[in-house]
């Protein structure tokens, strides 16, 4: 991963960014310790893409072992409450 000083950016503007960024995701370092990643919108729409998966998954997985009720807000309180 790429770094770059936060006095870089201060100093050249984002044109410091673009060019680092072209060899993949840039770490910005303020005060010697990395603050902040930038990545390309096509990495940050594909991490997106991959937690939405992963969810979705995760959610099947619940729905498969039992683990989802369903039914309106009233009746899932109620419930809960019966449980109390």
Do not use: F, W
């Not at 390309?40 to 619940?62: G, H």
């Amino acid at each position: 991963m790429n770094t770059i000083p936060a006095q870089e950016i201060k100093r050249r503007g984002i044109s410091a960014v673009d060019e680092a960024l072209v060899q993949g995701p840039v770490h910005i370092v303020r005060n010697n310790l990395p603050q902040y990643v930038i990545i390309s919108e096509k990495d940050y729409e594909s991490i997106l893409c991959d937690l939405a998966e992963a969810r979705l998954a995760a959610s099947e997985k619940d729905l498969q072992a039992g683990r989802v009720r369903r039914g309106n807000v009233a009746k899932l309180l109620s419930e809960l409450a019966k449980d109390a």
